[in-house]
């Protein structure tokens, strides 16, 4: 079941409304925080300081499918919306025909977002007026850079997290010949918090915390046993070696949530063999409040580490794996942050290098009230356009990818021309009770297979 839906106060001034369609509990996170910072009007830290300002109408849909959010993953992120309903994507091409909307941001990996550029182009043919779109990435971009980029071409604003990322990205448009001008830079809606203030008490005397550690595991790097079990040898060993610290392993979802990438290997069956001590925890919940307590946070290339170096938490990216672009920890060259487990065991701490974290869009500095100031102003002039926007232009059309965008409609139920095709799921009422258990059931099997029957036949083929 879907939170309850929490209304947002009435205003005198009309607040912007908002669509957000995600695909996972991340891209919610990133969606809906990010229409709060982009919408029209005063930054989002001077709202926050002034009752009386409108907040953003903000309208939820989560895009059926193996990786919908739960409850609990949903109401982590913690951002009131009007309403929020799951849906496939023709269903929300529906929505899009029939009620109205200034923004519309689409908080999915990359085909998702082109099959909706070319839905959505088709819905709003001969309108009037049309929304805003706008799209970009939940993180860090270290792989698939063309293929994600060309796929989300064709939206208002793309954004790009850091100037790093605007300056690859225009590159990658303007090498292929496509308009680069929906490049938008901003930085990671998430960022935030109090700055690390220095090490706490090891100790813990006088009723002061330990010097916590903490490990940001991600779902899906590594991605064998193996190597996944390296890494939790490690830490555990960590905490053996300094019984005065917390050690903590931060996971994205418990047992039978799903996320982004689904876990064949996960680190809470896997840490039960191995005893661990007093002082080794596995947490959950929101990012930022885990690194309120983190005096040291370490992982393989999370967008935790992100967060971590804005409030200036120390941060390692792990070395022990290797420097692989499959890993993304390739990202982090020239960070200062790469070290391994053998150097922080003797003490090591890291010091980031300021030049390259003001290249990542970290904001470090203090000027993360700004950050999202262009992408405002450039929706407000959008929206203020006389006679509305032109109609939807992705760089992939039938002409230019004959052979690739038609299977990427295709998944999501849409014909070339981006009209729904034969026999496309598009209830008109919510699932009824039957239909829910089955769906239910139907993502269980799925998630067994990953991880349980997946790794059986991927061990017997190795015999």
């Given at each position: 079941m879907l939170p309850s839906?929490?209304?947002?106060?009435?205003?005198?001034?009309?607040?912007?409304?908002?669509?957000v369609l995600a695909d996972s509990d991340t891209r919610w996170k990133w969606g809906a925080l990010t229409a709060n910072r982009?919408?029209?009007?005063p930054s989002m830290e001077a709202a926050s300081r002034e009752d009386t300002q409108p907040r953003p109408a903000l309208s939820g849909f989560l895009l059926r499918g193996r990786a919908t959010p739960t409850a609990r993953q949903l109401e982590e992120v913690g951002v009131r919306a009007e309403s929020l309903r799951e849906v496939t994507a023709v269903e929300f091409l529906r929505a899009m025909a029939e009620e109205s909307y200034d923004i519309v941001v689409l908080a999915l990996v990359g085909g998702g977002v082109q099959a909706m550029l070319h839905g959505l182009g088709r819905v709003w043919e001969g309108r009037e007026?049309?929304?805003?779109?706008?799209?970009?990435?939940?993180?860090?971009?270290?792989?698939k850079l063309a293929d994600g980029l060309l796929l989300r071409h064709g939206a208002d604003l793309v954004l790009a997290n850091s100037r790093q990322d605007a300056e690859r990205f225009r590159a990658v448009y303007e090498g292929v010949g496509a308009d680069a001008s929906a490049v938008t830079e901003v930085a990671l809606p998430f960022l935030g918090g109090d700055a690390y203030t220095g090490e706490h008490d090891p100790s813990a005397k006088q009723g002061r915390r330990p010097y916590t550690v903490v490990f940001a595991a991600q779902p899906s790097v590594p991605d064998n046993r193996r190597d996944r079990t390296y890494?939790?040898?490690?830490?555990?060993?960590?905490?053996?070696?300094?019984?005065?610290?917390?050690?903590l392993l931060k996971l994205r979802s418990k047992p039978g949530e799903h996320t982004t990438h689904i876990?064949?290997?996960?680190?809470?069956?896997?840490?039960?063999?191995?005893?661990?001590?007093?002082?080794?925890?596995?947490?959950?919940?929101?990012?930022?409040?885990?690194?309120?307590?983190?005096?040291?946070?370490?992982?393989?290339?999370?967008?935790?580490?992100?967060?971590?170096l804005h409030r200036r938490v120390p941060t390692v990216v792990l070395t022990d794996l290797g420097v692989r672009e499959v890993l993304g920890n390739h990202h982090f060259i020239g960070s200062g942050c790469l070290a391994s487990w053998d150097q922080l065991d003797d003490g090591h701490r890291p010091v980031p290098d300021e030049e390259w974290v003001g290249a990542q869009g970290v904001v470090a500095d203090g000027s993360y009230a700004h950050a999202f100031d262009t992408a405002r102003e450039r929706?407000?002039?959008l929206l203020d356009r006389p006679g509305g926007l032109p109609p939807l232009a992705p760089y992939y059309t039938p002409a230019t990818a004959p052979g690739y965008l038609p299977g990427i409609l295709a998944r999501h139920h849409l014909g070339p021309d981006g009209t729904p095709l034969p026999g496309a799921p598009a209830a008109d009422r919510e699932p009824g009770p039957v239909r829910q258990i089955v769906r239910r059931a139907a993502r269980g099997a799925y998630r067994h297979g990953v991880q349980r029957v997946a790794p059986v036949i991927r061990r017997m083929g190795e015999l």
């Open positions: 839906v929490v209304v947002v106060p009435s205003s005198t001034t009309k607040p912007p409304r908002i669509a982009i919408a029209p009007g007026k049309r929304p805003v779109v706008v799209t970009g990435y939940v993180g860090v971009v270290y792989e890494l939790l040898e490690r830490l555990v060993r960590h905490a053996r070696l300094h019984p005065e610290r917390e050690v876990e064949e290997l996960p680190y809470q069956k896997l840490v039960q063999r191995l005893g661990p001590p007093s002082n080794f925890r596995m947490v959950y919940g929101n990012m930022g409040e885990v690194l309120d307590r983190t005096d040291l946070l370490v992982t393989i290339s999370s967008t935790a580490a992100l967060e971590s929706i407000t002039k």
